[in-house]
């Protein structure tokens, strides 16, 4: 079992900047494949970006440029450097981790509410 907590959401204006964070504890959080996704209401939750353990990163098209993904594995934590928001960044966001070589994420975080106002 993994366990994840977000933190660091907020109200941001946009052209804001928020960090999230993901605290990771049970088994060996190295192994995972973290990610972040959201949910903003009424629409499905969707991919952000994610990160293996030895640091390769993937962005959802509408986050480049913008958002940066970190870990550090000695400490067991994720990060979501979040530049740049823009309203339509406004959702719940969640830490996600999968098992390197497989596609679905098995285990979740709460999620934490980013809201970003023009």
């Known amino acids: 079992q993994v366990q994840l907590v977000e933190s660091g959401g907020g109200s941001v204006q946009t052209g804001g900047s928020l960090r999230l964070s993901c605290t990771a504890s049970g088994r060996t959080f190295s192994r995972y494949v973290m990610g972040w996704f959201r949910q903003a209401p009424g629409k499905e939750r969707e991919f952000v970006t994610s990160?293996?353990?030895?640091?390769?990163?993937a962005y959802a098209e509408s986050v480049k440029g913008r958002f940066t993904i970190s870990r550090d594995n000695g400490k067991n934590m994720l990060y979501l450097q979040m530049n740049s928001l823009k309203p339509q960044d406004t959702a719940v966001y969640y830490c996600?981790?999968?098992?390197?070589?497989?596609?679905?994420?098995?285990?979740w975080g709460q999620g934490t509410q980013v809201t970003v106002s023009s």
């Open positions: 996600a981790a999968r098992q390197s070589g497989t596609t679905q994420y098995e285990y």
């Open positions: 990160i293996t353990w030895s640091g390769f990163t």
